[in-house]
């Protein structure tokens, strides 16, 4: 058994497994809490059955080990962020699997300036949440006295939509779509912004049953988005669009509207974005940066060259001027501006920024061989490159969350991409029968 605990973004596992157990929640609270002694840290959780016992442990952790958790319930990711890095926290725990089914979970860890936490604070994690001692009071008697503790969590939603609004105000929407709000986290945070709106936004997916967030619904089921429509994912920190012809508008397209409308000429993405960002960024003499994957080495990227706009294809964008983490529902506002104040409709932000062809490969792996190991295939990926010649790409890499092998290939045409993958899928069929 691995005892990696950190992937792309933060802990993550299965329910009920190593890592996501109560005994290791409660570890990972006392290591958290000896980074921030006697001081405030937030605590808050989407929408899975699994979240209550896990949310206890951590507090019951944080307590015990010198902290002071307050346990803000039912949250999206980007309002803990948002709240941490403007009100009297050092820092938060989100508990979470994000666009993962409820029988996954996991820990987000935030600084104290709303980010997730550092390379190197996660280093130190990964040694000290295996030498903390077991948990020593029940589940049960801890989430029984978190209760008296936890601070309204609409105190928390107002004091973040408080400031979404000073930045873009309600009547400068004019332009308006349903939501679908995976019937996670952003169900709540929906409810409660629509009884302070003169003009209710319409959702959907927004009952929570503890199993059904990012079911069949949501940013993580872009298939089943409905046409004229947004979707966040079940924490609230991904936002997705469909035009009213039913086609997909990703992150990357995102990112280039809010480039042009705002006027932003530095920007991050990762080695997953797709190359028209590279080659929009070019044609206006802008920077582009790419990162690996994940919001978090977005999020240092962006740090690192002074970009106030980054994102990934999947909907994670970071505009700095709304929040300084993935923010669904503030980008969701923005967006809605845009088209207001620009007189435009999705289907102009999809056909003003045409993505060059993608197809992405999912290979299941028990075990995650470096990549050069794999005899033949860094061959095959060269010689398919260079066949190619110049226009495109092929990049391989193992998923930071699932045990896959991803490979993406980006080419001029469809038909050249289905060439190539089946190509790749023979590779690996080969293999298999050697």
Known sequence: MSTRLFGTDGIRGKAGEFPILPELAFRAGMAFASHHPGKQILIAMDTR???????????????????NPVHGGILPTPVLAYCVSSMDFSGGVMITASHNPYTDNGFKFFDGHGRKISTSLQTQLEYEIPG?????????????????????????????????????????IRVRFPIDCANGAGANLLRFVNQTLKTPIET?????????????????????????????????????????????ITGDHILMFLADSLNIHNIVGTVMTNEAVARFSEQRGSAFHRSDVGDRFVRELMDRHNAPLGGETSGHIILDKLNFTGDGFAVFLQVLELLSTENISLSDIFESYPMM??????????????????????????????????????????????????????????????????????????????
């Not at 010649?389 to 990049?395: A, E, L």
């Open 49 to 67: 059955e699994s979240c209550p016992a896990l949310a206890g442990a951590i507090y019951a952790g944080l307590a015990t080990g010198g902290a």
């Open 204 to 248: 959907f997916n927004v009952w929570p049953d503890g199993r059904n967030i990012n079911l069949n619904c949501g940013a993580a089921q872009p298939a089943k988005m409905e046409a004229n429509s947004a979707a966040l994912d079940g924490d609230g920190d991904r936002i997705l669009f469909k035009d009213s012809r039913g086609r997909l």
């Open 132 to 172: 903390q001692s077991p948990i020593q009071n029940p589940i049960e008697d801890t989430l029984a006295d978190t209760q008296g503790h936890s601070p309204s969590s609409e105190e928390l939603m107002a004091h973040y939509t408080t400031h979404l609004f000073s930045l873009i105000p309600p009547e400068n």
């Open 357 to 434: 062809p993608q197809t992405l490969l999912n290979f299941p792996v028990s075990e995650r061989i470096p990549l050069k190991a794999i005899q033949g295939f860094i061959p095959l990926i060269r010689k398919l490159e260079i066949g190619m010649d110049g226009k495109g790409r092929i990049f391989p890499r193992y998923s930071g969350t699932e045990n896959l092998l991803r490979i993406l290939i980006e080419s001029p045409s469809e038909e050249q991409n289905e060439e190539i993958a089946s190509k790749i899928a023979n590779f690996f069929k080969n293999r298999r029968t050697q």
